[in-house]
């Protein structure tokens, strides 16, 4: 495997994932809310830190990438 599929690989799994966290998270909330309403604010809390513990995940993944496929000058 070519170094630049390999990059392309990893940076769509690294994509791929966050976005599957996003989709779920946001439409699990969003079920949560239409339930409950007057929850609504320790809902939005959660899903926040949830999102950007996935977000952070996702770009730690895209450094560390970086980090592996660096040229080693």
């Given at each position: 495997?070519?170094?630049?599929?390999?990059?392309?690989?990893?940076?769509?799994?690294?994509?791929?994932?966050?976005?599957?966290?996003?989709?779920?998270?946001?439409?699990a909330s969003?079920?949560?809310?239409?339930?409950?309403?007057?929850?609504?604010?320790?809902?939005?809390?959660?899903?926040?830190i949830?999102?950007?513990?996935?977000?952070?995940?996702?770009?730690?993944?895209?450094?560390?990438?970086?980090?592996?496929?660096?040229?080693?000058?």
């Open positions: 495997m070519s170094r630049n599929m390999a990059l392309v690989l990893i940076f769509g799994l690294s994509i791929l994932g966050p976005c599957a966290v996003f989709a779920a998270g946001s439409y969003i079920n949560a809310i239409g339930r409950n309403p007057s929850s609504s604010p320790k809902i939005f809390t959660a899903m926040i949830a999102l950007v513990f996935a977000e952070s995940l996702a770009l730690i993944s895209i450094l560390v990438a970086f980090q592996l496929f660096s040229p080693s000058g």
